[in-house]
């Protein structure tokens, strides 16, 4: 017979243990405020450090951080090397350690790309004297995704402080391929802190697989986020640069009702220039874009959504707004295709669920 001392520690026991489940649980669960003054506290509660969260995150992550090396890029020769892509190419193929490349200020003209076989890498700068990598790929001479600047087609990559340039210059509507692509982030599970992502028309290629952006600035033109991503934009500034004509700033590839994919951009900031930027237009058949407790201003035309003169695509679009404020929030203007949220209707497009970021999701990285 089990004594009464013996039940009820089990008991107690057994209340921890499912109390420490639901937390786990609730990483994904708990949607992100509408205070922007909880911002901070609802990411540090749910986004903690390694040690918390070991028995939820993916094994091998767990592996890889416990394992973590860092290596230092510096242009005066004082790191370890004086090229990214020099860093880059000492990780061995089948890498399973986290590798830090910690880069010094300065402007790096170089065309980086790190492999499918190199997971766990981490490009870090520091705030005050963030590195510049930019290079001047177009579409013309590499096609549209291959010209970016930085290509990341490994899994649980991590960018933080960090400026990622297209230098080429702004297109002019008559040349073709101008497109030129500063990121195009094709891994799984990455995460981008505090980065600034300038360019015109592509900017970001968020080209498919699980991923999230915060605290960071992408500028552009047309269609300056892209792709069959799924995505969370927590923080963020979206820069239009539309003094030159009508600006475009997503265009999300979903081609089925079936497909997982969708951008959602939650608390983000649309600022820049002109009067006449719609918030993403119909690129494919199927796309998926939320906006939810954003500031909209007047740079946004009031119609925000463009159907790009397929007004088939409008029954299949999913465009939804949720608490917006700003001049241009307005939803009496907007096109027909776009939908105000309900409280519900929006829950699953502002939590960590949407990129089932309690398995992966980690802080910025202190080195």
């Known amino acids: 017979m089990v004594s009464k001392t013996r039940t ?7 209340i921890v243990l499912l109390f420490t489940v639901k937390g786990v649980l609730s990483d994904d669960t708990i949607p992100i405020p509408a205070e922007k003054t909880q911002l901070d506290s609802w990411f540090n509660s749910n986004v903690g450090p390694l040690e918390q969260r070991k028995s939820a995150l993916d094994p091998a992550l767990v592996t890889a951080e416990a394992g973590a090396k860092v290596i230092k890029v510096m ?6 090397f004086k090229t ?17 490349v910690s880069i010094g200020g300065g402007n790096y003209n170089e065309k980086i790309k790190i492999e499918r076989t190199k997971p766990f890498v981490t490009l870090y700068g520091t705030p005050a004297n963030m590195p510049n990598l930019t290079y001047g790929g177009t ?11 930085l290509i990341v087609e490994s899994d649980y990559f991590v960018a933080a402080n960090m400026l990622i340039s297209n230098s080429a210059p702004r297109p002019d509507g008559k040349s073709a391929g101008a ?5 195009r982030i094709s891994g799984d599970k990455a995460a981008f802190y505090n980065c600034k992502f300038l360019g015109f028309q592509d900017t970001i290629c968020d080209d498919r697989h699980n991923h999230f952006f915060k605290d960071c600035l992408i500028q552009g033109t047309v269609d300056f ?6 995505s969370l934009y927590f923080k963020s500034e ?15 590839a979903r081609k089925s009702v079936s497909d997982a994919d969708l951008y959602s951009f939650v608390h983000c900031d649309v600022t820049g ?4 930027t719609f918030l993403a237009r119909a690129w494919m058949t199927y796309p998926k874009i939320i906006f939810a407790y954003s500031t909209m201003s007047n740079v946004v035309d009031p119609k925000g959504w463009d159907n790009t003169m397929h007004p088939e695509f409008d029954k299949t679009s999913y465009f939804g707004e949720y608490q917006n404020t700003g001049p241009k929030s307005d939803p009496k203007g907007r096109a027909t295709v776009g939908k105000q949220l309900s409280a519900a209707e929006v829950k699953p497009f502002i939590t960590l669920g949407m990129i089932q970021g309690s398995k992966w999701l980690l802080p910025p990285p202190k080195v």
Request: hydrophobic share 40%; aromatic share 4%; no cysteine.
């Open 8 to 14: 009820y520690a089990i008991n107690i026991a057994i």
């Open 75 to 80: 242009q005066d020769g004082s790191g370890d």
């Open 84 to 100: 990214i892509t020099d860093a880059i190419n000492s990780i061995p193929t089948g890498n399973t350690k986290r590798v830090i």
């Open 139 to 149: 579409a013309k001479q590499y096609g549209t995704v291959d010209s970016a600047t």
């Open 179 to 183: 497109q030129a692509v500063a990121l």
């Open 225 to 230: 986020i892209f792709g069959s991503g799924t």
């Open 238 to 252: 979206l820069r239009a640069l539309g003094d030159a004509g009508p600006t475009v700033i997503v265009a999300q």
């Open 273 to 276: 220039t002109g009067s006449t």
